[in-house]
């Protein structure tokens, strides 16, 4: 199947600081790119749909400011946490679009911790 | 709003018997319908995917899908313990467009027992 790969797997930073997160479809073009939100045994909370070359269409409650998306080309997207709090620790998927099919791939996912 | 609805379970098998997971959506435009595998502290896999009426073989995994009763199963045949995982379903609504964005079920845990 289709490889997406996402980057780092894990990140440890402190409170206030930014980090992003990318994530690249390997061996197909994205046009589209979906950001999710898990917490520890909870379900998939999508956060954003992402969409090469426009602006991502965020999900209602999810801050466009204080997560922001880049998706620059068709095979990588970038989700920047901004000014981290620990509430944001969670597990953070992309998943991508595969034309064949309409398919949906996912990353292999990144767990952020901010202390 | 457009749900995709599954048992949370947990779903509870000996190894060796056949896991039967349901999920049934309220928005009878979907016209594809996907089953992902998710481990604990992993992301989400595809394991199959079916758009016909009608049931889908890959190895020990079938999917069957009745639009009339808007429900699409997941049969898993000689349950393994490593098949112990959350398995959820999704389907893009009907009006999805080109974004193609997946209403998601909460997801069935599963448990094979040895």
């Known amino acids: 199947g289709a490889v997406v790969s996402q980057h780092p797997s894990w990140v440890i930073c402190k409170s206030g600081t930014s980090v992003k997160i990318e994530c690249r479809s390997l061996d197909f073009q994205a046009t589209t790119m979906f950001w999710y939100r898990q917490f520890p045994k909870q379900s998939l909370m999508l956060m954003a749909t992402?969409?090469?070359?426009?602006?991502?269409?965020?999900e209602q409650g999810v801050e466009k400011d204080k997560f922001l998306i880049n998706h620059a080309s068709l095979t990588l997207s970038t989700l920047t946490v901004t000014s981290a709090h620990p509430e944001d620790s969670s597990f953070y998927i992309c998943?991508?679009?595969?034309?064949?099919?309409?398919?949906?791939?996912f990353g292999e996912g990144s767990w952020l911790t901010v202390v | 709003q457009k749900e995709v609805e599954q048992n949370s379970g947990p779903l509870s098998v000996p190894e060796g018997a056949i896991a039967s997971l349901n999920c049934t959506y309220s928005?009878?435009?979907?016209?594809?319908f996907f089953w992902y595998r998710q481990y604990s502290g992993k992301s989400p896999e595809l394991i199959m995917f079916?758009?016909s009426n009608g049931d889908k073989e890959d190895g020990r995994f079938t999917a069957q899908l009745n639009k009339a009763s808007q429900y699409v199963s997941l049969l898993i045949r000689d349950s393994q313990p490593s098949d112990s995982a959350t398995y959820l379903c999704a389907a893009p609504p009907d009006d999805a467009g080109n974004n193609r964005k997946l209403i998601w079920g909460l997801g069935t845990s599963l448990a094979v027992n040895p």
């Open positions: 928005d009878r435009g979907s016209q594809s």
């Open positions: 998943s991508a679009r595969s034309g064949v099919g309409n398919t949906i791939y």
């Open positions: 992402s969409n090469e070359g426009s602006k991502a269409t965020y």
């Open positions: 079916i758009y």
